[in-house]
């Protein structure tokens, strides 16, 4: 009796109960960039968490740290991985959050991680750039500012000089 306990077949033998992330991964159509492999040693993950949030916010239209945790955390336990981070399982999982937008974010921040992978810094070209670019943009915002603050001072002179001088006037 205690032989024939356990009889018929286990969940992973019978194909009603298959991996149905992989059959979901097989049954996509999905990017070219999406069948490179990264490093992820070589890619500092600090500068990408804002860039997650900001496109989260334009996709979605929330922001929800728990997807961009989840996200982060499959990137940084993946960097320890040899294989590396796969981008379709991240799609699949994120994809209840996504929906149809999940392939284009996913396009985008693949082509930053594959682009920040080629860097010294590990810091992507596309963010470089757009740091330069505000940065020029405050700076001509703060040389607009110290132009009209300069404009004001001479005002304010200005109308000290004509206060004086009709109150001599009037004396």
């Known amino acids: 009796m205690a032989g024939n306990f356990f009889k018929g077949t286990s969940t992973d033998q019978d194909s009603r109960f298959g991996d149905k992330e992989r059959k979901l991964i097989m049954n996509k159509q999905w990017p070219e960039v999406f069948n490179r492999k990264l490093n992820m040693k070589n890619i500092d993950l600090s500068v990408i968490k804002p860039w997650i949030e900001k496109k989260m916010i334009q996709y979605i239209g929330i ?14 336990q993946q960097s320890e991985d040899i294989r590396g981070p796969d981008p379709k399982v991240l799609s699949i999982q994120i994809m209840g959050y996504f929906e149809k937008n999940t392939l284009p974010f996913m396009t985008e ?63």
């Open 63 to 76: 922001e929800d740290e728990v997807v961009q945790r989840q996200i982060i955390n499959y990137l940084e």
């Open 109 to 171: 921040l693949w082509n930053l991680l594959v682009d920040a992978e080629g860097q010294d810094s590990g810091i992507p070209n596309q963010l470089l750039d757009s740091k330069k670019v505000e940065y020029e943009e405050k700076k001509k915002e703060l040389q607009r500012l110290q132009e009209r603050q300069k404009l004001l001072y001479q005002a304010i002179e200005y109308a000290e000089k004509t206060r004086k001088k009709t109150k001599t006037e009037q004396q």
